[in-house]
């Protein structure tokens, strides 16, 4: 089986049975329950005031990961026959609604980056609790 469909079907709705899908869906479960929780406690001042440093690198190593999957989607997608062609068949893969929410979830985080101070659009991060709603179909 080529790299690009496995990779396809891990971040992708796979197979029953299949245990390394499985995995990944919990492992990008917790993160996502984790962040919401962070950014609750964040917002708590004497919390982020003592905790502050960690909350920052907490939410860099997830918006690391939720990056690097979204990327390995875009990547994969193309094993779809939905996504074949490999252009366009990306181009209609993240004009979908669950890749758009996952790329609102991680700009904001990229943002101050280019020069934006969005501090008050932090909340953005919070769309990344949709995407329970596409894990829970496979249970």
């Not at 990008?28 to 004497?46: G, P």
């Not at 993240?94 to 932090?122: C, E, H, K, N, W």
Request: with cysteine; proline share 5%.
């Amino acid at each position: 089986m080529p790299t690009r469909t496995r990779v396809w079907e891990i971040v992708e709705a796979a197979r029953q049975g299949d245990r390394a899908s499985r995995v990944f869906d919990i492992g990008i479960l917790l993160l996502i329950f984790l962040n919401v929780l962070a950014v609750i406690l964040d917002s708590v001042e004497s919390i982020r005031t003592r905790w502050g440093p960690q909350f920052d690198a907490f939410e860099t190593i997830s918006v690391m990961v939720f990056t690097l999957e979204y990327a390995a989607r875009i990547w994969a997608c193309t094993a779809d026959t939905r996504f074949r062609h490999p252009l366009t068949g990306r181009l209609r893969f993240v004009t979908q609604p669950m890749p758009i929410i996952d790329l609102l979830a991680i700009v904001p985080f990229y943002l101050p980056f280019l020069g934006f101070d969005l501090r008050s659009l932090r909340v953005l991060r919070l769309l990344r609790i949709l995407r329970v709603a596409k894990i829970g179909r496979y249970y």
